[in-house]
């Protein structure tokens, strides 16, 4: 065993911060993915899909800490996406503790629909 490993914790907390600022928090064992851990756990946190990738239903965004990620499909996550630090939980595995909150919906996904608008009425010329 080398000096590095005995430094390397063999735990990372995980802390999902929700919509409502509430907080979630679990341990995610060493090289262990986010959320089979937190379904290993029976912690509800983060939507769960297929829990490989396939489905892109538990994007999260990293607010704090570092991470590795294994291969994301840019269906669900594009090169923007990554670069702001939304990611799969079910593909990432922390390197320290973790902060994430839930990502909104992928490029793909459809946005939020805006409110109907009525039309405009013509103007009244008749004065």
Known sequence: MTVSALRTPQRHRCTVVG???D???FEVGRGQRVLHEMIRRNVR???VGCRGGGCGVC???VLDGEYLTLRMS???ISADDAARGIVLACRT???TDLVIE???AGHDAPSTPSP???PTPPPDTST
């Open 93 to 95: 595995i922390p390197v």
């Open 116 to 118: 109907p608008t009525r």
């Open 19 to 21: 919509c409502e600022g």
């Open 45 to 47: 946190a983060v939507p």
């Open 23 to 25: 907080e979630t928090r």
């Open 102 to 104: 839930l990502a909104p």
């Open 59 to 61: 994007r999260v965004r």
């Open 74 to 76: 840019a269906k669900h």
